[in-house]
């Protein structure tokens, strides 16, 4: 179980590639647009303390009261250049350039965001569809089917069957957010992991993700059953419904449900380990690829040679290029075991799915596991190896739009910045 937007990578040290990288003990020098040796006297320091200054490269602030050492007289400096027009000189970015920068690394996140959470939305819905849907005859394997599945019902129940639960899943990402930093303060496991970490360290952190994703556990299974539930017979619920349905399987009441359904307690193993190998397979891709691209990017672009525009690509996009290969890698290798936490999740809620098979009709939910073991051995037996990888186009066709959305994004960026440089 994870929010599908990973939360910032906040544990193992990662921050984001503006700061210094110190997941396990390297560290790499952050690039910036202002980061050059031309730029160096302008550089600012952030206040530290009440009554501190703006301090030139290389200054100290000094104690609270205690005024400030004469600065010793030399040349008066010249005024930014394109002060007053936002233009540029020399290469030099004016401060139009900078609003530009600032403002399209703000629209290049968003844009990822919206591709994670809004745009690839139907495809996490037939995927679990196709997970839970032990009925299925076509395991939708490649794009080309699903493509056809989701005409098929948009068809015959409209577009909100596809967008079905989204609500749901940002309540998720909410509750596992909230989680972790009330945990995190009133426990004295880490939400994050310095730099000189240690297995004590590490075994305390993934503790806290442990405990954060058994919180979170009850309202996931209500957003998956939002996000299976067929448009034919589904009521309207409201946005808390997810909330409401989660609080009411933790204690038993105003759920309908079977004798079939599993305890939350025999969910927690698999939904914890799921979650937590995510994260962890998630942390080491996304390390390993901004460390490839910090090099590359150090070899291929000399800091003397290096353009404006090529600067601030480098600023940005390594991070969310990073994010996307760790989410997909962690997606690919651990979609068995998320299509057997789902059909855990799903037993004895009495949830009614589209048929995927037809697009059209919709089928109940009867399975009998006794638990992951059964699970597991009852998949492989009658559905074959395949049967864990049902409804793997979707992921094909959610990551293949991402990627074009980070590519057009980046397009449109180096084209802004060249224009106004």
């Known amino acids: ?36 040796p031309e730029l160096g006297h302008w550089v600012t320091t952030p206040p530290d303390i009440p009554g501190s200054r703006n301090l030139h490269w290389g200054e100290k602030s000094p104690p609270y009261g205690v005024p400030a050492p004469p600065t010793p007289e030399g040349p008066a400096e010249e005024p930014f250049p394109g002060g007053g027009g936002g233009g540029s000189l020399g290469g030099v970015p004016g401060p139009s350039t900078e609003q530009l920068s600032r403002f399209a690394g703000f629209g290049i996140g968003l844009a990822s965001l919206f591709t994670e959470n809004v745009l690839a939305h139907p495809c996490i819905v037939l995927r679990r569809q196709c997970q839970v849907n032990y009925h299925a005859r076509h395991y939708h394997l490649t794009p080309f089917t699903v493509i056809n599945i989701m005409y098929s019902f948009n068809k015959t129940q409209g577009p909100r069957a596809l967008w079905k639960g989204m609500g749901s899943t940002f309540i998720v990402q909410g509750v596992t957010l909230g989680a972790e930093g009330i945990i995190s303060e009133f426990t004295p496991l880490p939400r994050e992991v310095s730099h000189k970490w240690n297995p004590k360290q590490i ?13 979170a556990m009850p309202f996931y299974s209500a957003s998956l059953i939002e996000t299976v539930q067929s448009e034919i017979i589904r009521d309207n ?26 305890p939350l307690l025999s969910l927690i193993f698999p939904t914890v380990l799921h979650g937590v190998l995510h994260y962890i397979i998630s942390s080491i891709i996304q390390k390993i690829v901004l460390l490839i691209l910090k090099r590359k990017t150090y070899h291929g672009h000399p800091a003397e040679s290096t353009s404006p525009v090529q600067s601030m690509l480098d600023a940005y996009f390594p991070e969310l290029i990073a994010n996307f290969a760790a989410s997909l890698c962690s997606d690919v290798i651990l979609y068995p075991l998320e299509t057997v936490l789902h059909r855990l999740h799903i037993q004895g809620t009495r949830t009614i799915i589209d048929n995927t098979d037809l697009g059209y009709e919709v089928l109940p939910i009867n399975t009998q596991y006794e638990g992951m073991r059964d699970c597991i051995n009852t998949i492989k037996q009658e559905e074959g190896m395949l049967g864990f990888y ?26 802004l910045l060249q224009n106004s440089v």
């Open 237 to 262: 619920t409201g946005i808390l419904e997810c909330v409401k349905e989660g609080i009411g399987r933790v204690i038993g009441l105003g759920v309908p449900h079977s004798k079939r359904l599993l």
């Open 203 to 215: 075994g305390e952190h993934l503790l806290l993700k442990s405990l954060t994703y058994i919180v």
């Open 1 to 36: 179980m994870h929010p599908r937007r990973p939360d910032g990578f906040d544990g193992l040290g990662y921050r984001g590639s503006a700061r210094d990288e110190r997941g396990f003990g390297v560290a790499f020098p952050a690039r910036s647009f202002s980061s050059g």
């Open 390 to 415: 049902k409804g793997f186009g979707a992921v094909i066709i959610q990551y293949t739009l991402h990627a074009a959305v980070l590519q057009i994004t980046k397009i449109i960026y180096s084209t």
